[in-house]
């Protein structure tokens, strides 16, 4: 069993930063694909940032060019640097990571942690 520990999310004013991490209960990070999406009052979950086991970087249109997702798999931890922070970016963000293993999926998920920006 895989647990993932959010942490650095708060209160912040438009245009200011915040530093999400999640730290994952196992080595898994270096052969898993790990991402954050965030899930806003009365809409759905949707993807911010994943990067995949070799490394490779995907970002929703809203947040290119102010997120930034990186990995430390020494320390276990995937992180979320939110620069610019508007309002719309207000919302609890979930880390998850997910691997292909003898044909089966395998997927976890953080807890949530809140970010609320605001104007």
């Known amino acids: 069993q895989v647990q993932l520990v959010e942490s650095g999310g708060g209160l912040v004013q438009a245009g200011g930063s915040l530093r999400l991490s999640c730290a994952a209960s196992?080595?898994?990070?270096?052969?898993?694909?790990s991402g954050w999406y965030r899930q806003a009052p009365g809409k759905q979950r949707e993807l911010v940032a994943t990067i995949t086991m070799l490394g490779r970087l995907n970002y929703a249109d809203s947040v290119k060019g102010r997120f930034t997702i990186s990995r430390e798999n020494a320390k276990n931890t995937v992180y979320l640097q939110m620069n610019n922070l508007k309002p719309e970016d207000t919302a609890v963000y979930y880390c998850n990571v997910g691997w292909s293993r003898d044909g089966e999926w395998y997927e976890y998920w953080g807890q949530g942690i809140q970010v609320t920006v605001s104007s």
């Open positions: 196992g080595r898994i990070l270096s052969y898993a694909a």
